[in-house]
């Protein structure tokens, strides 16, 4: 983070930081310190279905020599970034993993997904106030980073925020059925076995 933070800053602008992969890095990272169940759970339901889109879509297009099906890695393989700032990039791959990980060791606080829906919401709000043509971030004015013109653009932003709430919500059914809701070190110490 030392590192990925200002080169992003410097690269990208600060504005980068809105992007919801960027709030689930600093957000994780915040949750770790904290050890807070909430906030990683806010942060895995925010990033992990799509994270792991990112990561398929990556592997994939590796496979295949930079043709990414879903389209939404086609940056890394853009010469104009420097290669330095795509390395950073590579951040994408474990996210998923750490919250899930996160999580599972701290258990899923099951009002994240509502907190999140505030703050995501809330995220979209000010990424759509301040985005323009190239700075689309978390695509409030268009998919895969383009302006779109079919719809007004408030109906677009209503779209989105929409979608979101759906994937937050179908991740928080998932992450309540498959992850603890009190966290593994809870669970031991509550057997009687030390930690």
Do not use: K
């Not at 806010?42 to 099906?69: H, I, T």
């Not at 990039?89 to 505030?118: C, E, K, N, Q, T």
Request: hydrophobic share 60%; proline share 5%; aromatic share 16%.
């Amino acid at each position: 983070m030392l590192v990925l933070v200002p080169v992003y800053a410097v690269v990208h602008g600060w504005f980068n930081f809105l992007w919801f992969s960027n709030v689930a890095l600093l957000g994780g990272l915040l949750a770790a310190w904290l050890e807070s169940r909430r906030i990683a759970s806010m942060m895995l339901v925010a990033v992990v279905l799509l994270e792991l889109g990112w990561v398929l879509d990556f592997l994939l297009s590796m496979a295949v020599w930079g043709w990414a099906p879903l389209g939404v890695v086609h940056y890394m393989f853009n010469p104009e970034i420097p290669l330095f700032v795509r390395l950073l990039s590579l951040y994408h791959l474990p996210l998923p993993f750490v919250l899930i990980w996160m999580v599972w060791r701290l258990g899923y606080d099951p009002r994240a997904w509502r907190y999140m829906v505030v703050l995501g919401w809330a995220i979209l709000l000010l990424t759509f106030a301040l985005a323009d043509a190239d700075n689309n971030v978390n695509w409030v004015l268009g998919p895969g980073g383009q302006v779109q013109e079919w719809m007004h653009p408030v109906a677009w932003l209503a779209v989105v925020m929409a979608v979101c709430a759906g994937v937050w919500w179908l991740t928080h059914l998932l992450s309540s059925w498959l992850l603890p809701q009190r966290g593994l070190r809870r669970r031991i110490a509550g057997s009687g076995r030390a930690w």
